[in-house]
Structure formats: structure tokens, C-alpha cells
């Protein structure tokens, strides 16, 4: 069977599909990635594509959801945007991608040292920037309950950022919300670390199927 098929991808589970993810990223970490075959990629996905998941992350150049995931082409849907924010248009994507392809998990990833998040606390204000940077700045509030270091401090904010952008997507997608009680999906939320490449998984909604009921509840 060919990885990249309705066939392969219909018979994942989401729970599979996030394993599949954090083995793909301590094979990175450990420099062990695959010998990804760029024309046999390209070849397997010319007359369709499958993603298993997608990713809402940054667009910082450091955190490529393919590359710290050790993934190819056809593998992932990449939604790239400063600061991993949640608007009209990348909700429309998310709803696209697991409801029209099939996607099995939904991914929000976050970044340590986020210029975004350094901005939004600095107070910048420049044209379209400004409306960025003000939905960014809930999760500071909610970062200021805790701390510290001005690293330290970012980096809480970074966790706290994609905990409301993963409430924000259960909240305002009923399309995202209906399938994911019926399990037909799983929701995850990590934060990349730049400094050393691990992906911490903070926020796993992604279970085995017996423990759906449970977790769905408690939304």
C-alpha cells in the first residue's frame, strides 16, 4: 500500500497519527531522519494529496512543522502565520483539512523565543502588525499570572498562546468540535523548542478511542 493514499489515510487513527508526529520529532532531535526521496515524493502525490495531519504554527523560520516532525511532501497541511493566531481563514483551512481531506489530527504549534509574542509585549503598533499583535495579547495576560525571567516569561506566553488558540478553534469551528467528539479526529497543542529541537506535547487531546467520552465532557 502506498503511504500517500485514501487508503493508507482512512486507515490511520488519530492517535496513530500523533504518534506518528512525536516519533518524527525525536528522530530529528537525534538527527535521525529519514532519507526523504524528493521524486518519489513527488511522484506518489502528483495525482492527489493525503496529509494525515495539520499544523497551525509560526512562521518562524526555525520551526518548520516538515522538518521538525521529519516529514515530506503530502505528509502534513503547514498553516504558517505569526504568532500561531487563529482568524476566518484559518479556521475555513482547518475545517477544509479535516473534513474534505481527511486530515486525522489537528496540531497547534508554538515556539520558544517568539518575536510575535516579543512584539505584542513590547507594545508595537505599524500597520496591519497591530491587529496581529492584539490577539496576542490574552495569552499574556494570562502568562503574567505566573513569572520571571524575560525568557522564561516569553515562553510562558508562547504555551498559554496556543492553549487559546486551540480553545478559540473548539470554540468557533463547530466542524472542528462535532468531529473531534466523535473521535474522528485528535487535537493536540506543543510548543518547539529552538534552542534544542523538542516538541513538549502540553496539551494532548488525542486518545486512545475509550477515553473520547471523557475528554469530550470536559470541553
Sequence with gaps: MRKHSKEFLQNLTPYKCFE?????????????????DHLEMINETRDGQYPFAVVLSCMDSRA?????????????????????????DILASLEYAVKYVGSKILVV???TECGAIKSAKAGVEDGHITDLLKRIQ???SKAMLKDEAEHLFSDNVAYANVENSLEEI??????????????????AGGVYNI????????????K???????????L
Design 20 to 36: 506518528i508526529l512525536v516519533e518524527g520529532n525525536q528522530r530529528f532531535v537525534n538527527n535521525l531522519n529519514k532519507n526523504h
Design 64 to 88: 518548520s512543522a516538515e522538518l521538525v516532525f521529519d516529514q515530506g511532501l503530502g505528509d502534513l497541511f503547514s498553516i504558517r502565520v505569526a504568532g500561531n493566531i487563529v482568524n476566518n
Design 109 to 111: 504549534l508554538g515556539h
Design 138 to 140: 490574552p495569552s499574556i
Design 170 to 187: 473548539l470554540t468557533r469551528s463547530a466542524i472542528v468540535k462535532e468531529m473531534f467528539a466523535k473521535g474522528e479526529i485528535g487535537i
Design 195 to 206: 534552542q534544542n529541537g523538542q516538541v513538549d506535547f502540553f496539551k494532548n487531546l488525542t
Design 208 to 218: 486512545k478511542k475509550k477515553e473520547y467520552n471523557k475528554l469530550v465532557n470536559a
